[in-house]
């Protein structure tokens, strides 16, 4: 079976958060599984950098105002083959694929994800450039969810096509333009309507795409059933219980190899559930590297996040005083919000000894401070799979989560004895987080049931290799 993936980033070259990731794992163990697939992106600089032999291999034809570009083949050190969208004037910009160096959407977001969706319909049509034809195009998010919309209302109106799947990671991200973008994205007025593109007067990227793709998946169960409700459905709840039948919750795999404490090239010292006592050399090197003091009597908590609301991590602050009190040390790492980000620095300086706060971001000391720390905060409001907690429980470091979307899928709180994993609440609030954080204080100081939470959660299986069985099933299902 041929599988065109189309995405806006990719791990470890271009990634901003859990769609890198996937988009970096998944593949493979679709591979795995048997399927050819192939994975279209914008030759950012970060790939061009890469892939720096590829070559153009075909012509992409403007379309609307979108310019021509080309197609480069690539193939990673894993033999995967890429499709790198060549077009200087939308995708040769540094830095984060989606914002400026202000921090803003980029102006022209539409017309660099809209050729992006355009190439990926194109490809899944008859009438490709490339003797590759796919039969089923796999997009993931916003960025790519235009496709199934290009091949309802351009063209698959002349050509076969492939069944197409979208996956969405964050139901917050829609893609919303003006309506005057559809002639600039070579889209026919006739799509502008209820059952079209047009959303609440807007385009919205996303909705295009829940309405038109064959088959709906979306990152775990409860989030499935949560974004078909008014309160989680970010005003596509209705679209999303119309299409029900045809929506599935996957939980996320992680990427094994990369995030493997005993193997892992980002650490100082390596361990597993065997060597666990290992993971002490690896708090005491984080303490060093972050500056935080090296004796504590009480845990070290971790924090690698985007600092938004979604992330809950304004949960945090005003419970700080008395975190340290307890006491505990923190490590943040993080970026987002600038009142957040602000909030976090004054914690920092208020109690260098006890909580570090690091904004940026930075692969490596996301995997140290997996490793390092004893327990990992996600008190997020909304989560739609969350794949901090899994590395966590991989790296012996129990979680700390609320209970929501895929946190609510993938943790087990330590009041069940016989399963535990971590450590679950259900009220977004300061009070309900400082309550659970020592709660887990707790546990930690009686360490041979703290010992116990840590290696059940380091043996459970995270990989791709079930997640990528249920995703193959899907693709399987639509060609039959
Ligand atoms: P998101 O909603 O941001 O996609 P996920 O938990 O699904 O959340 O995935 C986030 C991914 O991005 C994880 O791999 C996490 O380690 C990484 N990440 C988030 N913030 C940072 C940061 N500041 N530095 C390094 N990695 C980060």
Redesign the pocket.
């Known amino acids: 079976m041929k599988v065109l993936f189309a995405a806006s980033e990719m791990a470890p070259w271009v990634?901003t958060?859990?769609?890198g990731?996937v988009a970096g794992a998944l593949p493979l163990a679709l591979r795995a599984q048997g399927v050819d697939v192939r994975v279209l992106l914008p030759l950012y600089p970060a790939l061009r950098a890469a892939f720096a032999s590829s070559e153009a291999v075909v012509r992409i034809p403007a379309v609307g105002h979108m310019p021509a570009g080309s197609l480069h083949l690539a193939t990673t050190a894993d033999g995967l083959p890429l499709y790198l969208l060549e077009c200087n004037a939308l995708f040769d910009r540094p830095g984060n694929p989606y914002l400026g160096p202000d921090g803003r959407d980029l102006p022209d977001n539409a017309l660099r994800f809209g050729m992006l969706a355009h190439a990926a319909a194109l490809l899944a049509t008859d009438a490709s450039p490339l003797s590759w034809h796919p039969e089923v195009l796999h997009c993931h998010d916003w960025q790519t969810a235009l496709a199934p919309a290009y091949l309802r209302y351009r063209l698959g109106l002349v050509s076969g096509h492939a069944r197409t799947v979208l996956t969405v990671h964050?139901l917050a991200f829609q893609g919303l333009f003006g309506r005057d973008m559809l002639e600039p994205l070579g889209l026919p007025a006739d799509c502008w309507h209820l059952h079209g593109v047009e959303y609440h007067g807007y385009l919205s990227f996303l909705k295009a795409g829940l309405q038109h793709a064959d088959a709906l998946t979306t990152v775990s169960p409860t989030y499935a059933r949560e974004i078909q409700t008014a309160a989680e459905g970010m005003g596509l709840d209705g679209l999303l219980r119309y299409r029900a039948a045809d929506l599935t919750g996957i939980i996320n795999g992680i990427d094994t190899v990369q995030w493997d404490p005993a193997t892992d090239v980002h650490l100082p010292v390596h361990f597993d559930h065997k060597r666990l006592k290992h993971k002490k050399a690896a708090t005491q090197a984080l303490r060093r590297e972050l500056g935080l003091a090296t004796e504590c009597s009480g845990p070290l908590l971790g924090v690698?996040?985007?600092l938004t609301q979604q992330k809950g991590l304004d949960l945090l602050p005003p419970i700080a005083d008395r975190l340290a009190a307890l006491p505990v040390q923190l490590a943040v790492?993080?970026?987002g919000d600038q009142a957040l980000e602000a909030a976090y620095a004054e914690l920092g300086r208020q109690y260098p000894a006890q909580f570090s706060v690091q904004i940026?971001?930075?692969?490596g000391l996301?995997h140290r401070i997996e490793a390092g720390v004893d327990l990992f905060l996600m008190p997020s409001r909304f989560e739609p799979?969350?794949?901090?907690q899994l590395?966590s429980l991989r790296y012996g470091t129990p979680p700390i989560v609320r209970a929501t979307g895929g946190l609510a899928d993938t943790v087990i709180d330590a009041a069940d004895a016989a399963r535990g994993t971590g450590f679950v609440f259900t009220n977004a609030s300061p009070e309900a987080l400082l309550a659970t954080i020592e709660r887990a204080c707790g546990l930690w100081r009686n360490s041979p049931q703290f010992h116990v939470l840590q290696q059940r959660g380091m043996r459970a299986d995270y990989s791709w290799r079930q997640p990528a069985q249920a995703i193959a099933a899907i693709y399987q299902r639509l060609l039959h």
Do not use: H, P
């Open positions: 990634k958060g859990g769609l990731d964050n690698v996040s985007r790492l993080g970026s940026g971001f930075d692969e996301a799979c969350g794949l901090n590395y």
